[in-house]
């Protein structure tokens, strides 16, 4: 992912100066204006991940100017930053869909926390938005390939669930097996496809965060919460939150989540008042839901709840021909990526994919056909461009890592942490634990390697 591109706007030029230096130690792509037009031009051209803008400038104050980005449909999160502490300006700044509302003389480690959840939101809402609008098509029974008696389960349980809006589903499977893919098909396919659709990773947090994340706080609820701000459950009302790695969140946490899905009311961190919302909440995990309620990690009224509705999501290797249909669609895809033109596989490919046994399933294969696709040079793959790596057997010297020359510290570590996820087929717990790091950890450097997919 390229370094998030930050728009920056102050009419005061040492400011600008400032700011700059700062946030450009901060590997981010800092572009400055100091007139509000001037941002407004460039800005139907290019798409930053985030606006921080000065509320008082001659002209167009900064709420103004948010007011005509959203007119523009650019739905970035802007963060204001003003040298006066007035509060009907806060409120008219929170009103007017700020992200943050800051105050000067800047606090930069504050500005920098500030622009790492607006940049992760901000990035999740594009993506949102562009499922939404083009990219809508992309999600929808024909998303999920495949002709076999599984996959038809499948489609026949999204046929029978998406109908319902209200509705609480558990989607359980392995690791890569398409659980986020079904997610996001129920809902688009749904009547409240136009709605919000949002995903979480329930291991993307600790604990505590991950509560404000979900269920929004009120101004003063914790030393960061200079304002107040709307949890997930809040903004996606009327859509569909995903909960993944549902087995995350810690047991009090679990307490509170049962009793929103059973009253259907958040009440944000350090508030009093009850707000409805109206959600499809759906859940996603690859843990053994039993296992965990017996060992004291689950709680047992809370799976009840989730389990009423669900559906387990079969391993690849139960899907008879559909690691080929699937692998051609992934051909078909880094064929566009690449810019080649390989028409398929040979017939010793298909059979060495058949006999697989695909342990961290559609992912795996994935990667299998990306790495295959980079090398190959003829108009068909063939069995020896496939390269399977044998993960059911235990981490030898053999099954080391290659590194040939010249790969910085960084792709060994993103190459190390790919091998590593295979050893163990895409288990996290056990991966973390190999790597000696937090899920969350993990996740994050996932995230960064673009492993999460
Ligand atoms: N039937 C399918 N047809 C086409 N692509 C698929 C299918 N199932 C999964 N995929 C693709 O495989 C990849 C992994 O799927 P997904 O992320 O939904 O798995 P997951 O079950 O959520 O995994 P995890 O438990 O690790 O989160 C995605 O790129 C997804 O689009
Ligand atoms: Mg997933």
Known sequence: MPPPLVYLLDDDESIIKLVKYRLRNEQLNVKSFSHPNELIEAIKIEYPDLVVSDVMMPEIDGIRLIEKLRELERLMPVILVTGKAAVDTAVRAMKSGAFEYLLKPINFEELKLAIGRAVEIGR??????????????????????????????????????????????????????????????????????????????????????????????????????????????????GGTVLLDEITSMDLSLQAKFLSF??????????????????????????????????????????????????????????????????????????????????????????RKLLAHDWPGNVRELRNVIERAMIFAEKDHIDADEISLSNISAAPSLDDGLYLPKGLSFEQIEGEYLKRVLEWNN????????????????????????????
């Open 124 to 237: 999740l809402r594009t993506e949102v938005a562009e499922i939404k609008s083009g990219f809508k098509s992309r999600y929808s029974y024909d998303s999920l390939i495949g002709e076999s008696k599984p996959i038809s389960e499948i489609r026949e349980f999204i046929r029978r669930v998406s109908p319902v809006t209200g509705s609480v589903i558990l989607l359980r499977g392995e690791s890569g097996v398409g659980k986020n893919l079904v997610a996001r098909v129920i809902h688009y396919m749904s009547p409240i496809a136009e709605r919000r659709y949002l995903e979480i990773n329930c291991a993307s947090l600790p604990s505590n965060l991950l509560e404000a994340e979900l269920f929004g706080y009120e101004k003063g609820a914790f030393t960061d919460a200079k304002t107040a701000k709307k949890g997930l459950l809040e903004v996606a009302s």
């Open 426 to 453: 895409f288990n996290l717990e056990a991966s973390a634990k190999q790597l000696g790091v937090t899920r969350k950890t993990l996740w994050e450097k996932r995230k960064k390697f673009g492993l999460l997919n």
């Open 261 to 350: 899905i059973e009253n259907r009311r958040i009440r944000r961190v350090g508030g009093l008042e009850e707000i409805p919302v109206d959600l499809r909440v759906i859940s996603a995990t690859n843990s053994d839901l039993e296992t965990d309620v017996v060992a004291g990690k689950f709680r047992s009224d809370l799976f009840y709840r989730i389990n009423v509705v669900s559906l387990n999501v079969p391993r690849l290797r139960n899907r008879e021909n559909d690691v080929i249909l699937i692998g051609r669609q992934f051909i078909n895809d880094f064929n566009l990526k690449f810019k080649k033109q390989v028409k398929g596989f040979s017939g010793a490919a298909e």
